[in-house]
């Protein structure tokens, strides 16, 4: 991939991302304190699109990505590649203590419900984080030094 594609490709994950933790930001906006059954289906479908997405994303990222180009072009930078790496891993465990959580829950339980969009929120301000981090490595490495001569 050139470097236009890169840009490209992360603006567009980070788009999509940005969508759907949108969708569930507007979901738990209120939670019901009785009826919680479809208003919990639809929490555990939403998380779910935005698991699967962010799992592909990573595995994307790491497994032939543009992090790996980012230490070919930079070798500098491999404390902040091994930190989103890192990050990768802390966001999977989240993600999977967050379906953990969902799958044990009942429509009887809204404390437990509460909790879960507490974590949620948690984790979306994490990838939001992630995602900025990112974006400042790929324009730090994609971009040429103002000043610099070849």
Known sequence: ??????????????????????????????VPYAALQGWLKELTAR???LRAHLQKHMALEEKGGYLSNVLELRPTLSDAVAQLRNEHRQMSILMDGICVLLSKMTPNDPLLAREACKRIMNLLNYVEHHNSQENLIVLSVFTDDIGTKD
């Open 1 to 30: 991939m050139v470097v236009n594609q890169y840009a490209a490709w992360l603006r567009d994950e980070h788009q999509k991302v940005a969508d759907l933790s949108a969708e569930i930001r507007d979901h738990i906006v209120w």
């Open 47 to 49: 998380f779910e699109k």
